[in-house]
């Protein structure tokens, strides 16, 4: 069946409104940013604090969502930075060493897991995740801080983690209401009211629909190579069951190991055999 991509879907009011909560709440993202910021602030201000006597000897980004850190803490970290993902700790990880963790749900039993184990081994932790959730039970400590989030939005929680690290100087420069009011400006250059010929979001959607799928890109793949096979393989009329199968020359050293025929002695006339016996002979004429 193929299936064709209709544009005319995409400035098609009555369409749109099915999908109006989804749109909705990724038009929310500068809104849910501003929030977060603004519920932290004061755990922020104590974990700042506690961090200005040392810096640690590593970074940790435990739990789940360590990748999402990983992506921009990695180039910028002045210090080793580790993406731990599991529900446990690197053998190493101690007290000279900071954990930082994404829990923007709290109920997930591997960031509760690893957090527990920050906590018996004495690292710093620093936990954006809801106040009264399993992960901020795990989390509680003497060099614990816990930034209390709301909202539940992975990339708000990410934010509010980095503007900690870039105040601590472990981090690049971060900056909540700046990153707030670019979520708004790609809000309104994408609305979903705006024309087809002016909405990056649409253009975006219709050269994703042009593109080959990785399906029929990975059978184009191995049919252009089964042509390529095809090409190197001798013809049928070459190879076939009827023609004869070319003899390989002898090499030296299947001649060398060849048995040789016993040598005939030179006593034994030419009429008898090796034996001694007579040859009958047929002479012509």
């Known amino acids: 069946m193929t299936l064709w991509f209709d544009e005319s879907r995409l400035d098609n009011e009555t369409v749109l409104a099915g999908y109006d909560g989804l749109l909705r709440s990724l038009a929310e993202s ?22 200005q006597d040392s810096r640690p000897r590593a970074v940790i980004a435990a739990g789940p969502d360590s990748r999402l850190l ?32 994404l829990a923007p749900v709290g109920s997930d039993a591997a960031a509760a897991s690893a957090v527990a184990e920050a906590v018996r081994r004495g690292c ?19 060099d614990s801080t816990i930034l209390p989030v709301t909202t539940g939005d992975q990339l708000a929680t990410a934010v509010v983690v980095l503007e900690y690290l870039d105040r601590v100087a472990l981090g690049p420069r971060t900056d909540s209401d700046e990153v707030a009011q670019a979520l708004d400006e790609v809000a309104l250059a994408c609305s979903p009211h705006r024309d087809l010929a002016v909405n990056p979001a649409k253009m975006l959607a219709i050269a994703l629909a042009d593109a080959p799928s990785p399906r029929r890109a990975r059978t184009r793949g191995r049919f252009s190579s089964y042509s390529t096979t095809a090409r190197r393989t001798p013809s049928s009329a070459s190879s076939g069951a009827g023609s004869r199968p ?32 007579p040859r009958r002979t047929s002479r012509s004429g």
Do not use: K
């Open 70 to 101: 990983r992506a921009v803490l990695e180039p910028a970290c002045p210090v080793p930075f580790v993406a731990w993902p599991g529900p446990a700790l690197p053998g190493w990880a101690g007290s000279l060493d900071l954990v930082v963790m």
């Open 124 to 142: 710093q932790v620093v936990v954006a995740c809801p106040a009264n959730s399993m992960v901020a039970e795990h989390a509680a400590g003497r």
């Open 30 to 51: 500068g809104a849910r940013v501003r929030r977060e910021a603004g519920d932290t602030e004061t755990a922020m201000a104590t974990a700042i604090a506690r961090a």
């Open 246 to 277: 070319r003899r390989r020359p002898a090499t030296s050293a299947s001649r060398r190991s060849a048995p040789r025929p016993a040598p005939r002695s030179p006593a034994t006339p030419r009429c008898c055999s090796a034996a001694g016996t």
